[in-house]
């Protein structure tokens, strides 16, 4: 399974942008996708998630702002973004969870993104 993010950008202040991550080779749907961010000099951390449930979290610095959603039955999953400001400016990762009936979930990273958001 690989993990194809997409649509990453240099955007004014107060932009939009939609990024995509597509799980390729998968046959089955994942519990959850997830976006994280990776801000330049700090640690990863967590934008959005989707659930197979429906149910959507989102994290407090982007609430109001960002939203996702999924598709191709949680095969896939967007972060629409609107109103970027320059704090937003980080390298954007999709990551799918899978879970199983009896032992540890697995996991899958996609290749980064990069979000630029200019003053």
């Known amino acids: 399974v690989q993990l194809q993010a997409s649509g990453g950008g240099l955007v004014q202040a107060g932009g939009s942008l939609t990024l995509s991550c597509v799980a390729v080779?998968?046959?089955?749907?994942?519990?959850?996708m997830s976006w994280y961010r990776q801000p330049p000099g700090k640690q990863r951390e967590l934008v959005a998630s989707?659930?197979?449930?429906?149910?959507?979290t989102i994290a407090d610095s982007v609430k109001g702002r960002f939203s996702i959603s999924s598709g191709h039955a949680m095969s896939a999953a967007d972060l629409q973004m609107r109103n970027l400001m320059p704090e937003d400016t980080a390298v954007y990762y999709c990551?799918?969870?899978?879970?199983?009936?009896?032992?540890?979930?697995?996991?899958?990273w996609g290749q980064g993104t990069q979000v630029t958001v200019s003053s």
């Open positions: 990551k799918a969870v899978r879970k199983y009936s009896a032992g540890p979930s697995a996991e899958w």
């Open positions: 989707v659930h197979r449930s429906g149910d959507t």
């Open positions: 080779g998968s046959t089955f749907q994942f519990e959850s």
